[in-house]
């Protein structure tokens, strides 16, 4: 059989008058309101529901209780003017309830914002003066049930006398009462035994018990008992007292900053009480609103998912829950619990793609036919359904749609595999738990969606891939934040340079937004084309600094640049206000680089970038990083520099991109994180290499040749190759005399059987090929020549002018 909504016996108005009746006809306790509150958020759908009650002022109408989701995601007030135009005023004077959509919450000034197309709001006025305050993300809001309910908690809301002393003077056992200017407190005897503290050695100071608090716990405590960080409204948390033996015992501590009046302090009230009795009476609203809180800091859809866990399955005693988004016909699981693919039915282990399946839709015509419905189905042991869905519970099974916005978000699948015996009680929690599943699904979905559109705009900022290196090997890693939105200034790049040189650079640009983003494109750009110029380390920084300057911008960016001359084995270092540089030795230790360092970019005109060599043996690695790794709010830097050089030294550097997540592992994600790391190996064989000036005299052309010659012969060139080689010579030298002016030089380099001619001069300017010549022309044959013999030639700009090359094989 399976059990729909209006199979129950009583309706839902019923059963939320009978809970509020036992509710009310216990003895009053601190913690009653707050209780009645609770079944708004049950019964009438509520994602937030909150007590407005007038204070010491009449004229002010204080939020005196609440339950639900933080009353900030709704823009709602801890106090509104009851002569206002607010819909709390408005109940509160009129006596009169207001439900209010949308449309009709911007017509009233005090409205904040408005967080959803279906955000409604209901005001009750009660019967003591004051109004409750409910808020739903519904579609149509709240409907006639709803309306119902609502009214019978208004008409159960009592307004509890603070738990501080009273007229009498007198203290209840549990509770206690904090001046916020002396720190005197007065606490209840049962407080003081929770702490071990006979009343006669209790001086009264709030010191003496956060004394015995566990230090870790104290920032929490501070920031409830400390007025700077109170605000006006209730709090609640468990912290940790030590004991004379054994664990630590936890306590649970309730209040609320009572406003001070004329001539008297504000004061924090509210209750301690031993959290270990409390933990094993916890009901399903308490379930419900400890599921409201989790999801409200849910950030994606992983951290949805795992709130639901959580809330569910260990209270429910569950033996399986899977989470999943509803997109087109497939359900795309976010969590599975337990995760392990043999735990699941077949047809979903054969979808199981990525880290979890796509589970088809069209496999389970009775999952979809829930979904069209929009209610919650539970289906007991022995139920026929299809085996995709009878093998997640086959002792009972409940099917939770997740509405969200006006369409289904998602499902929730909840397994048992014992028979289970379900109660009217377990579907009002699976009902409430859905709604807010669902609207907290469709948060955290566009929060996922937003992340990964900046992730995607970074990435097409930095390199798509990195260039394969003779001698070395270079990894890679970029991380973004996970702490917002916004795209940060990270940015690494590797640059093959001429004579087997590479650049390597990683800077950060200061700020998290565009323009630090666009700011970062374009410093890579223009350090990648200063670089390829052939200008020195301390130049390409220093035309890097010049140019942010002159884009008159308010932001500055750090920059280290390493020029590894991988023939040789060594390197030059300039920073310019980045991190030192981590280098692994073969040997297996690590130290980190105490190379000089200049300014950040774009701070100083006249900056100076000294160069620091370093000496590479093959199999070392150089780290270069970011601040996001090595810092924290819990870390300081040169900790973390530390650290990275002990993991650095620990790692195998043969597996160089297994180094790099491992480094990664330990950020701290509050900032944007960029990883580079390059092995040196050497090169197995070493370019011959060899250089001539060329003088302006009339045989210089001559002269080149001959060196050509004699240089080419000593290295073993056959003679095919080496009269092709005399005439790219003769060629490029006599153009670089004929159309340009200033020194040139010709260099000559053999590896592999590949053969290099090139001629460097002053010009920027590169040869053109003519398109077509005639018999009359008397010059422009030289570059058809030297395009006919060899197999590639080009130009590449080099520091003050151009170089012309030519490649020809000897083989």
Request: aromatic share 4%; net charge negative.
């Amino acid at each position: 059989m399976v059990y729909e909504g209006a199979a129950i016996s009583r309706t839902r108005a019923e059963r939320a008058e009978a809970a509020l009746a036992s509710l009310t006809a216990t003895p009053a306790t601190a913690d009653r309101l707050r209780r009645v509150l609770e079944q708004a958020l049950v019964f009438a759908g509520a994602s937030f529901a909150g007590v407005y009650t007038p204070g010491d002022d009449p004229a002010l109408l204080r939020l005196a209780e609440s339950a639900g989701l933080p009353r900030t995601l709704y823009g709602l007030r801890d106090g509104y003017p009851a002569s206002g135009a607010s819909p709390v005023a408005e109940a509160h004077r009129t006596g009169r309830p207001r439900w209010c959509g949308p449309d009709e919450l911007a017509g009233f000034p005090d409205a904040r914002r408005t967080p959803s197309p279906d955000f409604s709001l209901a005001a009750l006025p009660l019967g003591h003066g004051g109004c409750l305050l409910a808020v739903c993300e519904h579609p149509g809001g709240f409907g006639t049930d709803d309306r119902a309910c609502l009214e019978l908690i208004a008409r159960a809301v009592a307004v509890p006398v603070p738990g501080a002393a009273g007229d009498t003077g007198e203290l209840r056992e549990d509770a206690f009462s904090l001046a916020m200017d002396t720190g005197r407190v007065e606490v209840g005897d049962a407080i003081l035994r929770l702490f071990g503290i006979p009343r006669n050695d209790f001086d009264g100071r709030v010191d003496t018990l956060l004394g015995h608090a566990v230090p870790e716990d104290l920032p929490a405590l501070m920031s409830v008992v400390e007025a700077d960080h109170m605000s006006i409204g209730d709090r609640e948390l468990e912290f940790r007292i030590l004991q004379p033996t054994g664990a630590p015992k936890w306590l649970r501590l309730r209040g609320r900053l009572v406003p001070g009046g004329e001539g008297r302090p504000a004061r924090l009230v509210g209750t301690v009480a031993d959290a270990s009795t409390l933990r094993s009476d916890v009901t399903d609203v308490a379930r419900v609103q400890r599921l409201a809180a989790a999801l409200a800091t849910a950030g994606t859809v992983k951290d949805v998912g795992q709130a639901v866990v959580a809330a569910l399955r260990r209270p429910l005693q569950a033996d399986r829950i899977a989470l999943a988004e509803l997109e087109n016909d497939r359900l795309v699981v976010t969590v599975l619990d337990p995760p392990a693919p043999e735990a699941w039915p077949e047809v979903w282990r054969s979808e199981w793609r990525t880290e979890w399946p796509d589970a088809p839709v069209r496999a389970m015509p009775t999952l979809s036919a829930a979904l069209r419905e929009g209610r919650a189905r539970i289906w007991p042991a022995g139920s026929p359904l299809e085996p995709a869905l009878a093998e997640v519970g086959p002792g009972g099974l409940a099917v939770l749609p997740l509405p969200a916005g006006g369409r289904m978000a998602g499902a929730c699948l909840i397994g048992w595999d014992r028979p289970r015996d379900f109660g009217p009680d377990e579907r009002a929690l699976l009902t409430a738990c859905a709604g807010l599943t669902g609207q907290a699904l469709l948060r955290a979905h566009a929060f996922d969606a937003e992340h990964e559109l900046v992730g995607m705009l970074q990435r097409t900022l930095l390199p798509r891939r990195l260039p394969r290196l003779p001698g070395a090997v270079a990894v890679a890693r970029y991380l973004p934040t996970t702490a917002g939105l916004e795209v940060g200034g990270d940015w690494y790049d590797v640059i093959p340079l001429a004579d087997n040189h590479v650049a390597l650079v990683i800077g950060d640009v200061q700020g998290h937004n565009a323009g630090a983003a666009t700011l970062m494109g374009q410093m890579r750009t223009a350090l990648r084309a200063y670089a390829t110029e052939g200008h020195t380390p301390d130049v390409v920084v220093a035309h890097a600094n010049r140019l942010l300057l002159e884009m008159e911008t308010d932001l500055f960016a750090t920059c280290a640049y390493v020029d590894v001359d991988v023939e040789q084995g060594t390197a030059w270092c300039v920073r310019a206000g980045h991190l030192q540089p981590v280098l692994r030795h073969p040997d297996g230790t690590a130290e980190i680089v105490q190379a000089e360092g200049g300014p950040p970019l774009g701070v100083l005109a006249q900056a100076e970038f000294p160069i620091t060599p370093l000496r590479l043996q093959p199999g070392t690695v150089l780290a270069l990083t970011t601040d996001g790794l090595v810092e924290s709010a819990e870390a300081d830097l040169d900790a973390g520099m530390e650290r990275l050089a002990r993991e650095l030294a620990a790692a195998d550097p043969a597996h160089l991109g297994l180094v790099a997540d491992t480094l990664l592992s330990g950020a701290h994600r509050g900032d944007d994180v960029a990883l580079l790391l390059v092995r040196y190996d050497g090169m197995a064989v070493r370019p011959l290499r060899e250089s001539w000036t060329v003088w302006r005299v009339p045989e210089a052309v001559r002269h080149a040749r001959r060196f050509t010659r004699r240089t080419l012969r000593v290295w073993g060139v056959s003679q095919d190759a080496l009269d092709a080689a005399l005439l790219v010579v003769s060629e490029l030298v006599t153009n670089a005399l004929v159309h340009t002016g200033g020194p040139v030089r010709l260099d000559l380099s053999l590896i592999n059987h590949r053969l290099r001619l090139a001629v460097a001069d002053t010009s920027p300017r590169s040869p053109v090929k003519p398109t077509s010549i005639g018999w009359e022309a008397t010059g422009g044959r030289g570059i058809l020549l030297v395009e006919a013999v060899s197999d590639a030639w080009g130009t590449v700009p080099v520091s003050g002018g151009k170089q012309v090359w030519a490649d020809l094989p000897t083989g």
